[in-house]
């Protein structure tokens, strides 16, 4: 089992960066495959960016690539979500999650952080 903590949500205004992190708690992510999703209020859960914890191989939702930077920190059992430039539209609350697979969408999660709330403002 993985037991998963979100921080770093906040309000901020439109073009500002905010930083989110995952700490795994007991658990290492050891094989897994570790990134976040968000869910904007009235849609779909969806795939942001995901990590492979093995390589440190990222990946990114075409359309978050150049403001969005996923990495982690085998030390401290983190990853984390660098949001850079971010838009009224970023607005939802962002989910960690770990799984063998996370491209799929939410079906191939096994484990969900609580969520951290993200709010721009225009």
């Known amino acids: 089992q993985v037991q998963l903590v979100e921080f770093g949500g906040g309000v901020v205004q439109a073009g500002g960066s905010l930083r989110l992190s995952c700490a795994a708690g007991?658990?290492?992510?050891?094989?897994?495959?570790i990134g976040w999703f968000r869910q904007a209020p009235g849609k779909e859960r969806e795939f942001v960016a995901g990590?492979?914890?093995?390589?440190?191989?990222?990946d990114y939702v075409d359309s978050m690539k150049g403001r969005f930077t996923i990495s982690r920190d085998s030390a401290k059992n983190s990853v984390y979500l660098q949001m850079n430039n971010l838009k009224p539209e970023d607005t939802a609350v962002y989910y960690c999650?770990?799984?063998?697979?996370?491209?799929?969408?939410?079906?191939?999660?096994?484990?969900w952080g609580q969520g951290t709330q993200v709010t721009v403002s225009s």
């Open positions: 990590i492979r914890w093995s390589t440190g191989s990222p």
């Open positions: 007991r658990r290492t992510f050891s094989a897994y495959n």
């Open positions: 999650a770990v799984g063998g697979s996370l491209w799929a969408g939410p079906p191939s999660v096994a484990y």
